[in-house]
């Protein structure tokens, strides 16, 4: 069962825009949110967490909004940068003491210049 | 510090053969967590392995198995492959289970089943 899902296979904007990439969910229970970013021929990296209690965290040109009521959660960057072209996994972890986590199928960003 | 290594990073077996897979998790990292990715289904758990003890798994057949040696290193296996195994097997490694903000990918190993 698919309990993340990234329902954009691909998204592609313009350098200097914003890009906005898209989560739901369907288990209440996670209680903890990820964003990874990944390079063909590499693993993926982590890039930007928020906690279920919040509903938003911030990190230089990224920043995560999280909405429990809707179980969605999104992806930000402000601007987006030519570097910032890869596939953007969104992941969901089902309980504190495991790593266990739940991935949606990706999103690949392309950033023009 | 040196990151997660995954050997071999490329692999062509025939169906009905097995395999394994090894990942090294970054020095001082006791967990480690392999995944299976599909295109169209992004990540799927597979199991994650915290003191040498399984502590998750996740819903593949019992031909998927692993194990964790006392340095942490980990190993995969998977016996009588099919076509559908054909995946990047990606390991992840973690100061400790509840860790996820600090798990680290390895680079994978691209299975390809023939």
């Known amino acids: 069962d698919q309990q993340v899902k990234q329902n954009s296979p691909s998204l592609s904007v313009q350098e200097g825009r914003i890009s906005i990439l898209n989560c739901d969910y369907t288990n209440s229970m996670f209680d903890y949110f990820l964003w990874y970013k990944k390079y063909p021929a590499e693993g993926p990296t982590f890039l930007i967490s928020i906690s279920s209690i919040k509903d938003k965290n911030e990190d230089g040109r990224f920043t995560v909004f999280l909405n429990k009521s809707a179980k969605h959660l999104s992806l930000h960057i402000v601007p987006s940068q030519p570097g910032d072209s890869a596939v953007y996994f969104c992941?969901?972890?089902?309980?504190?003491?495991?790593?266990?986590?739940?991935f949606g199928a990706g999103t690949r960003l392309t950033v023009k210049p | 510090k040196a990151g997660v290594t995954q050997t071999p990073r490329y692999l062509i077996k025939t169906r009905g053969q097995q395999v394994t897979l090894s990942c090294s998790p970054i020095s001082g990292h006791r967990s480690v967590s392999w995944y299976q990715q599909t295109p169209g289904q992004g990540l799927q758990f597979l199991f994650e392995?915290?003191?040498?003890?399984?502590?998750n798994k996740g819903n593949f057949p019992g031909r998927f198995s692993g194990r964790q040696f006392s340095n942490s290193r980990s190993e995969m296996n998977v016996s009588t492959l099919e076509l559908g195994d054909s995946a990047l097997y990606l390991c992840a490694s973690s100061p400790a289970p509840g860790y996820s903000y600090e798990q680290y990918f390895g680079p994978g190993t691209r299975l390809t089943v023939t």
């Open positions: 392995y915290f003191s040498e003890t399984q502590r």
């Open positions: 992941a969901a972890r089902i309980s504190y003491n495991n790593n266990d986590m739940r």
